[in-house]
């Protein structure tokens, strides 16, 4: 998403394998100990890759303003987290 929109980022590889999810330090990030995580400029953070998306989409044409559309989106997005 942030490629997409031209957002400048830095991409850090969390190894989830090497369990890396699980140290000190990125539980400080996210105490649920999973990837993704988006973090800030001023420090904050979002969890869940559903969040995320919606946050950055928001305002762009990626995200619809128009409530009904707006709720297909998270039909999609609910539907993506428990059915898929
Ligand atoms: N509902 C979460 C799921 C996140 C998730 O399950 N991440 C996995 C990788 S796909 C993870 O970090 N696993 C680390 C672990 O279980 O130790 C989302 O959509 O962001």
């Known amino acids: 998403m942030m ?8 991409w850090l590889h969390v190894d989830i394998i090497k369990g ?8 400080k990030l996210n105490t649920n ?4 995580v ?13 969040a995320i998306l919606n946050y950055l989409a928001d305002g762009t044409a990626l995200l619809p303003a128009d409530r009904f559309l707006r709720a297909q989106v998270l039909q999609w997005q609910l539907f993506e987290q428990y059915s898929h």
């Open 38 to 50: 988006l973090v800030l400029d001023d420090g904050s953070t979002l969890t869940e890759s559903n």
């Open 33 to 36: 100990m999973r990837i993704p």
């Open 3 to 10: 490629s997409y929109l031209e957002v400048e980022h830095e």
């Open 20 to 27: 890396e999810t699980h140290s000190d330090k990125f539980k």
